[in-house]
């Protein structure tokens, strides 16, 4: 599935709204008026040059081809992310320049707007990164770690309840968002996990990332250190056990200068424990000394790996890392589970070092950009 139009489009969040739910858990079946396309997609577009974004949400009734464009997309200026609880048949745009949070359902198949809620009079200065935990169709926070707070809402009301203070989260040094996926399931509670760093700086906290387990059914939650820095992916494994991996950012600016950026590593936290295994993986060393990082599922419990191609892509080229990062320049390596310290190339086009996967039902769907980002294709 590809999206066609504007520059620089690169897909944001999938969301399964039909009946069957795309957790383990069933979601609620909707009502008969309720009926509308399976999923909602979350797509971003950017200028030329990346000083502004839009967001716009798209809908598809299958996922397994085809294409897509903005014709009768929802359009929200200045960024936006798409969020909602799987099979509700209702979804939820969380609006960057407006600081909002609206609510969609469906009459007659055509998505209608429900309800809004301003997070401006919340202390919410700037919305980048944030997430949304649910508790049901009916009660969800909204954690924006640059607030320092993790904002109860009413979704039924569409009203803020509380504030919960989430200072306990952030680094010392910069600005603390959570990795994605943003929320991992496990039994009655979510993990979340932070990484901090300084966009325009390019560099990366050293501080360790912190693992959050947080309850939705009452907003507790308990933060741990992980053994490394500049975590920003996970998954879940079929045993339960969580993985959790630096990406390819972090690889590109440690490999230019590791004063700027912590060594990519890879984290495994077994399932029941909130204690993660002490020894953290070091994924330059299982790609042969080359710059490494990200991580994307596989659906048979395989992970894929960036790899730098520095035969093509040399350190001693004069590249900036966030060239290294941006262009296509990056193999795929597979990494062996059964020995997580050994990992093979696999043969796949270079891509860009940017990551974006989405698990359906057990089905990973992977987002990758052409290299001049006029489009994005789902794989």
């Known amino acids: 599935m590809t999206l066609l139009k504007r520059f620089h489009l690169a897909f944001g969040p999938i969301l399964f ?30 200028n030329a040059d990346f000083t502004s974004q839009d967001f716009f ?20 200026s200045g960024g936006g992310t798409l969020w909602g609880v799987a099979g509700a048949a209702e979804f939820y745009v969380v609006g960057a320049e407006r600081q909002t949070v609206s609510k969609f359902g469906f009459e007659d198949g055509v998505p209608v ?41 009413d979704l039924a009301a569409m009203e803020v309840v509380r504030s919960i203070d989430i200072s306990s989260w952030l680094d010392s040094t910069q600005d603390t968002f ?36 947080f309850d939705p059914s009452n907003g507790a939650f308990e933060t741990v250190d992980a053994p490394c820095a500049g975590l920003r992916y996970a998954t879940t494994l079929d045993n339960g056990d969580l993985l959790f991996s630096a990406d390819p950012r972090v690889a590109s600016i440690w490999a230019i200068d590791d004063t700027r950026s912590p060594a990519p590593c890879m984290v495994r936290l077994a399932a029941g424990s909130r204690t993660p295994e002490v020894e953290a993986v070091d994924l330059t060393s299982i790609a042969g000394g080359r710059p490494a990082g990200g991580l994307v599922p596989t659906g048979d419990d395989g992970l894929y790996l960036r790899v730098l191609d520095t035969d093509q892509f040399p350190l001693d080229a004069g590249f900036t890392a966030r060239e290294l990062f941006g262009l296509p320049a990056w193999e795929t390596w597979q ?3 059964a020995s997580p310290n050994e990992a093979a190339p696999v043969d796949r086009p270079l891509l860009p070092g940017g990551i974006t996967f989405f698990d359906v039902d057990g089905t990973i769907y ?7 980002f006029a489009s994005s294709t789902l794989f």
Do not use: W
């Open 57 to 76: 949400v798209t809908f598809a009734d299958e996922l397994d081809g085809g294409e897509i464009d903005l014709e009768g997309a929802i359009p929200f």
């Open 366 to 372: 992977e987002s990758v950009a052409t290299p001049d």
């Open 17 to 46: 709204l039909g009946q069957t739910a795309c957790s383990d858990e069933p979601g609620p079946t909707p009502p008969a008026e309720a009926e509308g396309p399976r999923y909602a997609i979350g797509s971003s577009v950017f």
């Open 335 to 337: 990494i062996n589970l």
């Open 113 to 153: 707007p429900l309800g809004e809620v301003g997070l401006g009079g919340e202390g919410v200065r700037t919305l980048l990164g944030e997430a949304m935990v649910f508790d049901g169709p009916d009660r969800a926070y909204l954690v924006d770690p640059l607030s320092a707070q993790a904002i109860e809402l």
């Open 178 to 213: 959570v990795g994605f996926p943003p929320v991992l399931p496990r039994d009655d509670e979510v993990v979340l996990f932070t990484h901090a760093n300084d966009f325009v700086a390019d560099t990366v906290s050293l501080e360790p990332s912190k693992l959050v387990f």
